[in-house]
């Protein structure tokens, strides 16, 4: 009899509130405080994005928009071609310091 081994990979994730939790423990600050300066981080980083802005965080890394070209593609229902407008995307690259703290793990 063959038996198989099946591993069981729990992906974890991290969530805005457990995020503000972080934050809050490591600045020394009130959740309130933490979540509002985190909300503003990310729409501020959003509106310049959409702007056309690129906000680079040394170390942490990049947001900027992408432009995508026009191009052929195929309805995947019916196999037809079919023209996929041109259209511009956020894009993160991450930097140097994260890459390497991600590369250890």
Do not use: W
């Not at 959003?46 to 040394?58: C, D, H, R, W």
């Not at 991450?94 to 991600?102: I, R, S």
Request: hydrophobic share 40%.
């Amino acid at each position: 009899m063959v038996h198989s081994l099946v591993l069981i990979c729990e992906e974890t994730k991290m969530n805005k509130g457990e995020l503000v939790d972080k934050v809050s423990e490591k600045a020394s600050v009130t959740k309130k405080q933490a979540d509002a300066v985190i909300s503003a981080a990310i729409e501020s980083i959003m509106e310049a994005v959409a702007s056309g802005e690129k906000v680079t965080l040394v170390g942490f890394g990049s947001f900027e928009p992408r432009h995508r070209k026009e191009r052929e593609g195929r309805n995947p229902k019916t196999g037809d071609t079919m023209v996929i407008p041109a259209t511009t995307v956020p894009a993160f690259s991450a930097g140097k310091l994260f890459k390497e703290m991600v590369a250890k793990k």
